[in-house]
């Protein structure tokens, strides 16, 4: 059982009033809050080792270095990836998206297909997208049912030997879904396709096992689960990384430089020009710690409770539809009101203190089969309580008074 008394305290910004009212934070899924202890590591780092890395030689840059691949020591111990040059740090999962299908850009040719779920974010759509168009190759959609399930023996028929890489995310924004990637993975090997994994919305809830997984690639970024905005992880195999050229040209991913012939560094560096952020960097090492602190079973214990708690009591309210039923999902519940707008019910329980996120969630394919302009989501973390829950289904009662 989790203390949540002690861990609501260790998030400053959840003892705030919003609009005079307590926040409710019920927005994860677009970012998580943050706990002191991440705070502190980022004023620690800029007052004390700020500094560039890997180039220098005096002793703040070492400091420096030594931090920032110790954190992506306790990344790779964290997702279980066999190799620390396998753990590249980007921006974010967007990244890691673009820097993949660039580089997958030198091995597709016209007639080969790329397979994409219908249950993706546009961030693991468009670029694969582009891809496509680049090159020739042509983009196919795995389908979805009613519940917002993948169809598996839709994507086996979609499988052949033209397939040359299967892209599907962990758990769905907008849905809450958690997609069978194991059997996804095993079946695309079985065709010679290598396979993307975005994780982006799982790593808040488990840790991912790559080596367990047998992923290809998995992406997934640092401010969904408790840490700094603007950094993520790409993790590749080394097999598939080495195949990729650099995505971007600069300082730090180049081995030797003349005019006529540039050789570049070996892995993680290849991947990783110019000085990155440095801070972000450490401190998501510092936020993987603390989630692994309090344990991955605590928090799917706590959150799980709160989905079927939350999934309770906000089906018993006349006229709401919860979209997204899979009976294997994550903490997301999007909703609908017969005959309301989702903008028009988030905009008053705004003014009641609670967050949540209205509109597509960057998923319009998913409304799209739906055929509604957008839901509500509720999106819960660890640190939400029962009693937050009830707040929320009183305020879209009260909104739903008012909106009728």
């Not at 999962?93 to 219908?118: C, P, Q």
């Not at 969904?224 to 991913?253: A, D, H, S």
């Amino acid at each position: 059982m989790l203390d949540l008394q002690k861990i609501r305290a260790d998030f400053p910004i959840l003892s705030q009033k919003v609009n005079g009212k307590p926040l409710v934070y019920f927005d994860n899924g677009a970012t998580s809050q943050k706990p002191q202890v991440v705070i502190d590591a980022i004023a620690k780092y800029y007052q004390e080792i700020n500094a560039n890395i890997h180039r220098g030689v005096h002793t703040l840059s070492q400091l420096a270095t030594d931090a920032y691949e110790l954190s992506r020591g306790k990344i790779q111990h964290h997702i279980n990836a066999k190799h620390a040059h396998e753990v590249l740090f980007t921006s974010g999962t967007t990244h890691g998206v673009n820097l993949v299908t660039n580089g997958f850009a030198s091995l597709l040719k016209s007639g080969d297909e790329v397979l994409v779920s219908a249950l993706e974010h546009h961030s693991n759509i468009v670029p694969w997208q582009m891809l496509c168009e680049r090159t020739g190759a042509t983009l196919k959609v795995i389908p979805m049912n009613e519940k917002g399930e993948l169809i598996l023996s839709a994507f086996d028929q979609l499988l052949s030997e033209k397939t040359k890489i299967v892209t599907v995310n962990h758990i769905s924004n907008a849905l809450g879904t958690i997609n069978p990637i194991k059997y996804i993975i095993d079946k695309a090997h079985e065709f010679g396709a290598a396979v993307f994994i975005d994780g982006a919305q799982a790593v808040p809830h488990l840790k991912p096992d790559v080596q367990a997984l047998d992923c290809d690639f998995y992406a997934f970024s640092g401010h969904k689960m408790c840490g700094p905005t603007g950094t993520g992880i790409l993790y590749g195999k080394e097999v598939w990384l080495n195949k990729l050229p650099p995505y971007q040209g600069g300082g730090e991913m180049i081995k030797e430089v003349t005019f006529e012939k540039t050789t570049y560094a070996d892995l993680p560096h290849k991947f990783e020009a110019g000085t990155p952020n440095i801070a972000g960097g450490i401190v998501l090492g510092t936020a993987v710690d603390y989630m692994n602190e309090i344990g991955f079973e605590n928090i799917q214990a706590q959150e799980l409770a709160l989905l079927e708690y939350g999934t309770q009591r906000l089906s018993a309210i006349e006229g709401l539809r919860i979209f997204g039923t899979s009976e294997n999902k994550t903490s997301v519940i999007s909703f609908n009101i017969d005959g309301i707008h989702p903008y028009d019910i988030g905009t008053i329980i705004d003014k009641l203190g609670i967050a949540v996120r209205t509109g597509h969630h960057c998923a319009q394919p998913i409304m799209n089969f739906f055929e509604i302009p957008g839901t509500i989501r509720a999106s819960f973390s660890f640190y939400n309580t029962k009693e937050e829950i009830d707040s929320l289904v009183e305020a879209v009662k009260k909104a739903k008074m008012m909106l009728s």
